[in-house]
């Protein structure tokens, strides 16, 4: 059974959301009828509903405002993920199921800015949790050591154009720290959406990033996910960056088993990362279209493209910089999730020139 303490604060909290203009789907989608169907169930790690949505009581200006504290909080919380991640993949519906892993044939794919008049950096990026661990919030801080053990182990072994180092956060210094942040290849710290989610315990233990000399490819292990894989580069070649990640995913997918469900593809923390887990961006200065920020992003609503600021989530544009990428990740392919991005983001260029 849910404990008194938990319930209470259940309670409470869904009073203050369902009283609040919270424009989180979290709000939309948790009516008295499914909290109160869901607020005494809990998984077989002990997860309550208050564990799924903590992060979203606490944050009222959540975009989503649900995690899942283990895999199977999907299944046992359905009645409330379910209806998100619906709305958050544009028609994922709970009677679909995820199409396998297709990365498609990256010969198709270009250079979305070839003048170079547009695109500062293209990024293409994809999660995954590693079989046999819990997300962030059940996880020990044991376990933390020994996923990053295995991960640096792993990634070690990797060749040619990958070929990297691992450096823990642990024992880096603020001002390594700092300008890996700054130059986006660093997830930041002290993220309040994630810290409310209970995903930052025994911080930094655990927690690091590799990365090969010429930064191009970088992983992080255990921020949001236990592992993010990153490609990145300057300029708008989607189609060297994407191959990269193709290539080092492949290769990573032989040495460590990742988490997999039939329906939902590839398994995360936050429910918009499931299925492909892939998020596609370019930073991008678009001054004509971004003079006003409403329309930029209902022209790029039209193409199922998400509009952020220059480092990230939550973030402001600095200089005129925004960051577009993919915004669906589920019922559809690798290939297809980046292709949108690639078509989405010509078309936003085109769009800048004529006006
Ligand atoms: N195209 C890009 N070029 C350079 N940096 C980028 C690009 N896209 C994203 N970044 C940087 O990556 C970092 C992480 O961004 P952010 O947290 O928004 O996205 P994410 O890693 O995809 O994860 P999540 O969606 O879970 O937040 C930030 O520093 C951001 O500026």
Not at 77 to 96: C, Q, R
Not at 185 to 212: S, V, Y
Not at 250 to 279: M, Y
Not at 281 to 305: F, Q
Request: glycine content about 8%; overall charge negative.
């Amino acid at each position: 059974m849910v404990d008194a303490a938990t319930l209470e604060k259940l309670e409470a909290g869904y009073k203050k959301l369902a009283a609040s203009d919270s424009k989180s789907l979290l709000k939309k989608y948790l009516t008295q009828e499914v909290f109160d169907a869901l607020k005494t169930k809990k998984t077989s790690f002990g997860s309550t509903l208050l564990d799924c949505i903590q992060s979203g009581l606490e944050n009222h200006d959540s975009g989503v405002g649900i995690y899942a504290p283990d895999a199977e909080a999907y299944s046992v919380f359905a009645d409330l993920f379910d209806p998100i991640i619906e709305d958050y993949h544009k028609g994922f519906k709970k009677t679909d199921k995820h199409p396998p892993k297709n990365w498609g044939d990256v010969e198709t794919l270009s250079d979305v800015d070839p003048t170079n008049e547009y695109v500062v950096s293209t990024r293409v990026r994809c999660g995954r949790s590693m079989e046999g661990y819990p997300f962030n919030p059940c996880l020990t801080e044991a376990q933390y050591a020994e996923m990053q053990d295995k991960v640096s182990s792993t990634l070690s072994g990797l060749e040619g154009e990958l070929k990297g180092t691992y450096y823990p956060l642990k024992g880096m210094t603020k001002e390594v720290q700092q300008k890996l942040i700054d130059d986006h290849f660093l997830f930041k710290e002290g993220d309040r959406f994630l810290q409310a989610a209970n995903a930052c315990r025994f911080w930094p233990t655990g927690r690091g990033i590799f990365h090969n000399d010429a930064k191009t490819f970088l992983v992080w292990c255990n921020e949001e996910d236990h592992l993010r894989l990153i490609s990145m580069q300057m300029g708008g070649n989607l189609k060297e960056v994407f191959a990269r990640l193709v290539n080092a995913v492949n290769d990573i997918e032989k040495r460590v088993p990742f988490s997999h469900h039939d329906r939902l593809g590839f398994l995360t923390f936050c429910p918009t990362n499931l299925g492909t887990t892939v998020r596609a961006s370019v930073h991008i200065k678009l001054p004509k279209l971004a003079a006003n920020l409403a329309k930029l992003e209902e022209v790029a609503g039209k193409y199922n493209l998400q509009v952020r600021g220059t480092r990230g989530e939550h973030t402001e544009a600095e200089g005129g910089v925004y960051d577009i990428s993919n915004k669906r990740r589920m019922g559809l392919t690798e290939y297809e999730a980046v292709k949108e991005m690639h078509d989405g983001i010509k078309e936003l260029i085109k769009i800048e020139k004529e006006m």
